[in-house]
């Protein structure tokens, strides 16, 4: 199975990208077969706003070029993708709402449909649910698979280790997928 993570928080060893890797690492202990993965942080990407050119209707691409296009093509490769934002003001990044908006040009015939998807989202105390209900709208509105949201709390670097609920929380998503393997084989 083709793992993509992206972590979409500024900061590249921030929280965000430690729960994603706790969930990776979670995953690399289990039994899935032919695990690769692909961990991108999105802090340093140049991923600009979608300029709502709609040019992407006709083509099923995006005519702004920068790092979104190889993001896409790693998205397109990937079985599951797991994203991850801090919250912003109760809701995803700058950078992950860019992202987002930008799969668009992947949008119209349903490029992304069938992926599955772990949206993950870490606060400092609050704003994880309508920060993850971003997510999910997106994902939806592919068709992707939405496996289990996992979210967490913590301010400094490295603090959400701490957070138990959050370690749980991984653990679900990747007791979820397993299952979901299961059902599929
Ligand atoms: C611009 C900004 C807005 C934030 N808004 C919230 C918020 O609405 N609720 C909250 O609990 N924490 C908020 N925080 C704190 C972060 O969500 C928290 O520090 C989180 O761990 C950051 O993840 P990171 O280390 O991956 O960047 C905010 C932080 C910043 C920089």
């Known amino acids: 199975m083709r793992v993509l993570t992206l972590s979409g928080s500024p900061l590249k060893k921030g929280n965000t990208s430690q729960l994603i890797t706790y969930l990776t690492k979670q995953m690399e202990k289990s039994d899935i077969q032919d695990l690769k993965l692909?961990?991108?942080?999105?802090?340093?990407?140049?991923?600009?706003?979608?300029?709502?050119?709609?040019?992407?209707?006709?083509?099923?691409?995006?005519?702004?070029?920068?790092?979104?296009?190889?993001?896409?093509?790693?998205?397109?490769?990937?079985?599951?993708?797991?994203?991850?934002?801090?919250?912003?003001?109760?809701?995803?990044?700058?950078?992950?709402?860019n992202l987002i908006d930008r799969t668009y040009s992947l949008w119209h015939d349903r490029q992304l449909k069938g992926k599955k998807i772990i949206p993950v989202a870490v606060s400092a105390a609050s704003g994880e649910d309508r920060t993850l209900e971003t997510l999910r709208i997106w994902a939806q509105a592919h068709e992707m698979k939405i496996i289990r949201s996992v979210s967490g709390h913590g301010y400094k670097k490295g603090e959400v280790l701490k957070d138990e609920e959050a370690r749980t929380a991984a653990k679900n998503a990747l007791r979820e997928l397993m299952g979901e393997l299961q059902i599929e084989e």
């Open 38 to 97: 692909t961990s991108l942080s999105l802090s340093g990407e140049k991923i600009s706003p979608c300029k709502a050119c709609k040019k992407c209707m006709e083509t099923g691409s995006c005519v702004v070029k920068d790092d979104f296009q190889s993001i896409a093509k790693k998205m397109l490769k990937s079985d599951l993708i797991i994203i991850g934002s801090p919250v912003f003001f109760h809701d995803v990044s700058g950078q992950v709402k």
